[in-house]
Protein backbone atom coordinates (compact mmCIF):
# COMPACT_ATOMS: atom_id res chain seq x y z
CA UNK A 1 0.00 0.00 0.00
CA UNK A 2 1.69 3.27 -0.98
CA UNK A 3 1.76 5.78 2.08
CA UNK A 4 3.05 9.10 0.34
CA UNK A 5 0.05 11.44 -0.46
CA UNK A 6 1.20 14.54 -2.66
CA UNK A 7 -0.25 17.37 -1.96
CA UNK A 8 -1.06 20.26 -4.45
CA UNK A 9 2.45 22.05 -3.72
CA UNK A 10 4.52 23.90 -6.15
CA UNK A 11 5.70 20.88 -7.72
CA UNK A 12 2.48 19.23 -8.23
CA UNK A 13 1.78 18.93 -12.14
CA UNK A 14 -2.04 18.30 -12.98
CA UNK A 15 -3.07 17.04 -16.95
CA UNK A 16 -6.69 18.62 -17.81
CA UNK A 17 -8.13 17.96 -20.88
CA UNK A 18 -10.13 20.58 -22.50
CA UNK A 19 -8.68 23.16 -20.70
CA UNK A 20 -9.12 25.78 -23.14
CA UNK A 21 -12.68 26.60 -22.31
CA UNK A 22 -15.76 26.17 -19.62
CA UNK A 23 -14.82 24.05 -16.68
CA UNK A 24 -11.54 23.10 -17.97
CA UNK A 25 -10.31 26.84 -17.97
CA UNK A 26 -11.53 27.19 -14.61
CA UNK A 27 -10.22 24.30 -13.36
CA UNK A 28 -6.33 25.62 -14.74
CA UNK A 29 -6.99 28.90 -13.46
CA UNK A 30 -7.86 27.82 -9.87
CA UNK A 31 -5.07 25.21 -9.90
CA UNK A 32 -2.92 28.05 -10.66
CA UNK A 33 -4.05 29.97 -8.15
CA UNK A 34 -2.90 26.60 -5.64
CA UNK A 35 0.49 27.03 -6.96
CA UNK A 36 -0.20 23.48 -9.14
CA UNK A 37 1.22 23.97 -12.94
CA UNK A 38 -0.89 22.27 -15.59
CA UNK A 39 -0.47 20.80 -19.09
CA UNK A 40 -4.13 21.28 -20.63
CA UNK A 41 -5.35 19.97 -23.64
CA UNK A 42 -7.59 21.62 -26.40
CA UNK A 43 -9.41 20.27 -29.37
CA UNK A 44 -8.64 22.98 -32.11
CA UNK A 45 -8.93 26.34 -31.16
CA UNK A 46 -4.99 27.35 -30.13
CA UNK A 47 -6.03 30.89 -29.78
CA UNK A 48 -8.21 30.23 -26.61
CA UNK A 49 -5.63 28.30 -25.00
CA UNK A 50 -3.23 30.91 -25.46
CA UNK A 51 -4.77 33.09 -23.16
CA UNK A 52 -5.53 30.57 -21.02
CA UNK A 53 -1.34 30.22 -21.02
CA UNK A 54 -1.16 33.55 -20.49
CA UNK A 55 -3.76 33.88 -18.15
CA UNK A 56 -1.89 31.36 -15.87
CA UNK A 57 1.24 33.39 -16.18
CA UNK A 58 -0.12 36.65 -15.17
CA UNK A 59 -1.39 34.24 -11.40
CA UNK A 60 2.67 34.02 -12.01
CA UNK A 61 2.13 29.96 -12.65
CA UNK A 62 2.93 27.89 -15.46
CA UNK A 63 1.08 25.71 -18.40
CA UNK A 64 1.21 24.35 -21.52
CA UNK A 65 -1.68 23.88 -23.70
CA UNK A 66 -1.32 20.78 -25.58
CA UNK A 67 -3.87 19.30 -28.80
CA UNK A 68 -5.89 16.33 -28.58
CA UNK A 69 -9.09 15.00 -30.51
CA UNK A 70 -10.51 13.47 -26.68
CA UNK A 71 -11.88 10.99 -29.07
CA UNK A 72 -9.48 9.31 -31.16
CA UNK A 73 -7.84 6.44 -29.04
CA UNK A 74 -5.36 5.90 -32.10
CA UNK A 75 -3.67 9.37 -31.51
CA UNK A 76 -3.12 8.44 -27.62
CA UNK A 77 0.48 6.78 -28.21
CA UNK A 78 1.45 10.23 -29.85
CA UNK A 79 -0.17 12.00 -27.21
CA UNK A 80 1.78 10.45 -24.39
CA UNK A 81 4.62 11.18 -26.09
CA UNK A 82 4.43 14.34 -26.59
CA UNK A 83 3.10 14.88 -22.83
CA UNK A 84 6.30 13.03 -21.94
CA UNK A 85 8.12 15.92 -23.56
CA UNK A 86 6.33 18.53 -21.94
CA UNK A 87 6.48 17.28 -18.44
CA UNK A 88 10.56 16.98 -18.83
CA UNK A 89 10.34 20.50 -19.75
CA UNK A 90 8.88 21.04 -16.40
CA UNK A 91 11.25 19.26 -14.93
CA UNK A 92 9.68 15.69 -14.26
CA UNK A 93 8.58 12.69 -15.79
CA UNK A 94 5.65 12.11 -13.71
CA UNK A 95 2.08 13.50 -13.47
CA UNK A 96 0.79 14.14 -10.09
CA UNK A 97 -3.32 14.95 -11.18
CA UNK A 98 -5.24 13.79 -14.04
CA UNK A 99 -8.36 15.64 -15.14
CA UNK A 100 -11.12 13.92 -17.45
CA UNK A 101 -12.62 17.01 -18.66
CA UNK A 102 -13.63 17.08 -22.38
CA UNK A 103 -16.87 16.36 -23.95
CA UNK A 104 -18.72 17.20 -26.06
CA UNK A 105 -22.85 17.79 -25.97
CA UNK A 106 -25.68 15.85 -27.65
CA UNK A 107 -29.46 16.98 -27.72
CA UNK A 108 -31.78 14.07 -28.96
CA UNK A 109 -34.60 11.68 -28.25
CA UNK A 110 -33.94 7.86 -27.90
CA UNK A 111 -35.70 7.38 -30.97
CA UNK A 112 -34.22 9.70 -33.03
CA UNK A 113 -30.61 8.90 -32.20
CA UNK A 114 -28.18 7.61 -34.82
CA UNK A 115 -25.76 4.87 -34.46
CA UNK A 116 -23.42 7.57 -35.46
CA UNK A 117 -24.13 10.09 -32.88
CA UNK A 118 -23.95 7.21 -30.25
CA UNK A 119 -20.73 6.27 -31.24
CA UNK A 120 -19.57 9.50 -31.12
CA UNK A 121 -20.49 10.17 -27.62
CA UNK A 122 -18.80 6.69 -26.81
CA UNK A 123 -15.45 7.96 -28.31
CA UNK A 124 -15.34 10.93 -26.72
CA UNK A 125 -16.87 10.79 -23.11
CA UNK A 126 -16.08 6.56 -22.12
CA UNK A 127 -13.65 5.16 -24.46
CA UNK A 128 -11.11 8.00 -24.59
CA UNK A 129 -11.72 8.67 -20.47
CA UNK A 130 -10.84 5.36 -20.36
CA UNK A 131 -7.75 4.57 -22.68
CA UNK A 132 -6.46 7.97 -21.77
CA UNK A 133 -6.80 7.11 -18.42
CA UNK A 134 -5.33 3.57 -18.85
CA UNK A 135 -2.48 4.92 -21.39
CA UNK A 136 -1.15 7.38 -17.95
CA UNK A 137 -1.22 5.07 -15.21
CA UNK A 138 2.68 4.74 -15.92
CA UNK A 139 3.67 8.35 -15.46
CA UNK A 140 0.86 9.22 -13.03
CA UNK A 141 2.80 9.28 -9.46
CA UNK A 142 1.35 6.68 -6.44
CA UNK A 143 -0.47 8.94 -4.29
CA UNK A 144 -1.83 11.18 -7.08
CA UNK A 145 -5.45 11.92 -7.77
CA UNK A 146 -8.27 11.76 -10.98
CA UNK A 147 -11.43 13.56 -11.04
CA UNK A 148 -13.53 12.24 -13.95
CA UNK A 149 -16.36 15.12 -14.82
CA UNK A 150 -20.08 13.52 -15.19
CA UNK A 151 -23.26 15.40 -15.17
CA UNK A 152 -26.25 16.23 -13.01
CA UNK A 153 -28.10 14.34 -15.73
CA UNK A 154 -26.99 10.88 -14.03
CA UNK A 155 -29.33 12.06 -11.41
CA UNK A 156 -32.08 13.73 -12.89
CA UNK A 157 -33.77 13.33 -16.39
CA UNK A 158 -34.90 15.95 -18.81
CA UNK A 159 -35.85 15.44 -22.29
CA UNK A 160 -33.44 14.10 -25.09
CA UNK A 161 -30.22 13.67 -22.67
CA UNK A 162 -30.42 9.76 -22.44
CA UNK A 163 -27.58 9.34 -24.66
CA UNK A 164 -24.79 11.97 -23.20
CA UNK A 165 -26.35 10.89 -19.62
CA UNK A 166 -25.56 7.03 -20.55
CA UNK A 167 -22.55 7.89 -21.14
CA UNK A 168 -21.91 9.90 -18.25
CA UNK A 169 -23.22 7.52 -16.08
CA UNK A 170 -20.48 4.62 -17.36
CA UNK A 171 -18.02 7.11 -16.31
CA UNK A 172 -19.11 7.30 -12.56
CA UNK A 173 -19.04 3.45 -12.44
CA UNK A 174 -15.37 3.49 -14.49
CA UNK A 175 -14.18 6.16 -11.76
CA UNK A 176 -15.51 3.83 -9.18
CA UNK A 177 -13.26 0.95 -10.85
CA UNK A 178 -10.63 3.14 -10.57
CA UNK A 179 -10.92 3.84 -6.93
CA UNK A 180 -10.55 0.40 -6.03
CA UNK A 181 -8.03 -0.82 -8.54
CA UNK A 182 -5.53 1.85 -8.18
CA UNK A 183 -6.33 2.13 -4.34
CA UNK A 184 -2.84 -0.10 -3.67
CA UNK A 185 -0.65 2.95 -5.24
CA UNK A 186 -2.64 5.16 -3.06
CA UNK A 187 -4.76 7.09 -6.16
CA UNK A 188 -7.81 8.45 -5.22
CA UNK A 189 -10.43 9.32 -8.05
CA UNK A 190 -14.01 10.99 -7.95
CA UNK A 191 -16.13 12.10 -9.86
CA UNK A 192 -17.70 15.61 -10.44
CA UNK A 193 -21.09 15.81 -11.77
CA UNK A 194 -22.01 19.75 -12.59
CA UNK A 195 -25.73 20.67 -13.27
CA UNK A 196 -26.84 23.15 -15.97
CA UNK A 197 -23.65 25.76 -16.18
CA UNK A 198 -23.64 28.64 -18.27
CA UNK A 199 -20.51 27.98 -20.39
CA UNK A 200 -20.95 27.82 -24.23
CA UNK A 201 -21.39 23.81 -24.37
CA UNK A 202 -24.10 23.00 -26.19
CA UNK A 203 -23.41 25.93 -27.59
CA UNK A 204 -23.93 28.44 -25.29
CA UNK A 205 -27.79 27.38 -24.72
CA UNK A 206 -27.49 27.92 -20.43
CA UNK A 207 -26.05 31.02 -21.11
CA UNK A 208 -27.65 32.80 -23.71
CA UNK A 209 -31.50 31.03 -23.69
CA UNK A 210 -33.42 32.96 -20.95
CA UNK A 211 -35.96 31.04 -20.94
CA UNK A 212 -33.82 27.97 -20.25
CA UNK A 213 -31.68 29.96 -17.83
CA UNK A 214 -35.28 30.83 -15.89
CA UNK A 215 -36.19 27.03 -16.22
CA UNK A 216 -32.90 26.43 -14.26
CA UNK A 217 -32.85 28.86 -12.16
CA UNK A 218 -36.53 27.75 -11.05
CA UNK A 219 -35.35 24.38 -10.45
CA UNK A 220 -32.17 25.29 -8.35
CA UNK A 221 -32.31 25.72 -4.55
CA UNK A 222 -29.71 28.72 -4.57
CA UNK A 223 -31.97 29.96 -7.67
CA UNK A 224 -29.16 30.88 -10.54
CA UNK A 225 -27.65 28.39 -13.32
CA UNK A 226 -24.40 27.43 -12.28
CA UNK A 227 -21.00 29.49 -13.58
CA UNK A 228 -17.70 27.85 -14.56
CA UNK A 229 -16.20 29.43 -11.62
CA UNK A 230 -18.69 27.70 -9.38
CA UNK A 231 -16.82 24.10 -10.86
CA UNK A 232 -13.20 24.99 -11.35
CA UNK A 233 -12.51 25.25 -7.79
CA UNK A 234 -14.19 22.21 -6.10
CA UNK A 235 -11.87 20.57 -8.85
CA UNK A 236 -8.94 21.93 -7.85
CA UNK A 237 -9.72 21.19 -4.21
CA UNK A 238 -10.09 17.33 -4.64
CA UNK A 239 -6.83 17.62 -6.13
CA UNK A 240 -5.67 19.26 -2.76
CA UNK A 241 -4.40 17.29 0.55
CA UNK A 242 -7.26 18.64 2.26
CA UNK A 243 -9.29 16.39 0.56
CA UNK A 244 -7.18 13.17 0.35
CA UNK A 245 -9.72 10.88 2.20
CA UNK A 246 -12.78 11.21 -0.22
CA UNK A 247 -12.07 8.38 -2.53
CA UNK A 248 -14.67 6.93 -5.07
CA UNK A 249 -17.63 9.50 -4.87
CA UNK A 250 -19.91 11.62 -6.76
CA UNK A 251 -19.52 14.71 -5.82
CA UNK A 252 -22.84 17.07 -7.95
CA UNK A 253 -22.81 20.51 -7.64
CA UNK A 254 -25.76 21.89 -9.07
CA UNK A 255 -26.62 24.56 -6.45
CA UNK A 256 -29.41 21.89 -5.56
CA UNK A 257 -31.00 21.42 -8.88
CA UNK A 258 -34.35 19.28 -8.86
CA UNK A 259 -34.18 18.28 -4.69
Known amino acids: MADTIYTTSKNAIALV ?3 SRGLGRSTVLH ?14 NRAAADEVVAAV ?9 LPLDAGKVSTFDAFVDTLRAALRELGTDRLDFLVNNAGTSHHDAIAQTTEEALDALYNVHFKGVFFLTQKLLPI ?22 APYASMKGAVEVFTRYLAKELGA ?21 VRDNPELNRFVA ?4 LGRAGLPDDIGPLIASLL ?11 IEASGGMFI
Open 17 to 19: TGG
Open 31 to 44: LAKRGVRSIFTYHS
Open 57 to 65: AAEGGRAIA
Open 140 to 161: LRDGGRIVNISSGLTRFALPNS
Open 185 to 205: RGIAANTVAPGAIQTDFSGGV
Open 218 to 221: DNTA
Open 240 to 250: AEDNRWINGQR
